[in-house]
C-alpha cells in the first residue's frame, strides 16, 4: 500500500480539520497516510511539554517511511515545517504534489515561492483536482 505524508501547517483548529478531511479521503482511495498532528502526536499539549525532538523524529521517520508527499501550500507565505519537509522529500527523490486552493498568487508564472514551486511534481488547485492526480498512484 502507498503511503502518503501530509505536509501542511496543523497550528489551528481549521488546518487541523482540513488535513483530517484530507486524510479521510486519502484513505478512501486506497491509501495509508502518515498525519503528523495524529501520527507524530505534533499539537499543542506535546509542545507545551517540551517533547519537539520527539515530534521531530517521528515526522522525520514518517518522511523516511512514506511513497509521496502532498503538501498544502496554502497562505501569503508557505508553513516553514512544510517547507523543510519539501526539501527533505526532493532531496530524497519522493514525488511531491503542492495543493493551493488560496486563490492569492505571485505572479501568474510563479503560484509560490520559486523554490517550493520547483521542488512539487503536480500543483493542483482544489481538493477535487488533487483527489483526480492522486489516483495514477494507486
Avoid at 527533505?88 to 515561492?113: C, M, Q, S, W
Wanted: hydrophobic share 45%; aromatic share 10%; net charge negative.
Amino acid at each position: 500500500m502507498v503511503t502518503i505524508y501530509l505536509a501542511g501547517p496543523l497550528f489551528s483548529q481549521a488546518e487541523r480539520e482540513f488535513n483530517k478531511k484530507l486524510e479521510s479521503m486519502f484513505l478512501e482511495i486506497g491509501f495509508s497516510v502518515f498525519l503528523p498532528q495524529e501520527d507524530a502526536e505534533d499539537n499543542d499539549v506535546e509542545r507545551h511539554n517540551q517533547n519537539q525532538s520527539g515530534i521531530f523524529a517521528s515526522c522525520f521517520a514518517g518522511l523516511e517511511t512514506s511513497d509521496l508527499v502532498v503538501a498544502v501550500l496554502e497562505g501569503a507565505d508557505i508553513d516553514s515545517g512544510t517547507a523543510w519537509e519539501l526539501g527533505y522529500a526532493f532531496a530524497a527523490g519522493l514525488p511531491i504534489i503542492g495543493l493551493r486552493t488560496d486563490f492569492r498568487i505571485h505572479t501568474p508564472n510563479e503560484k509560490v515561492n520559486l523554490m517550493i514551486q520547483e521542488t512539487v511534481d503536480a500543483f493542483v488547485f482544489s481538493v477535487e483536482e488533487l483527489q483526480a492526480v492522486l489516483e495514477k498512484y494507486v
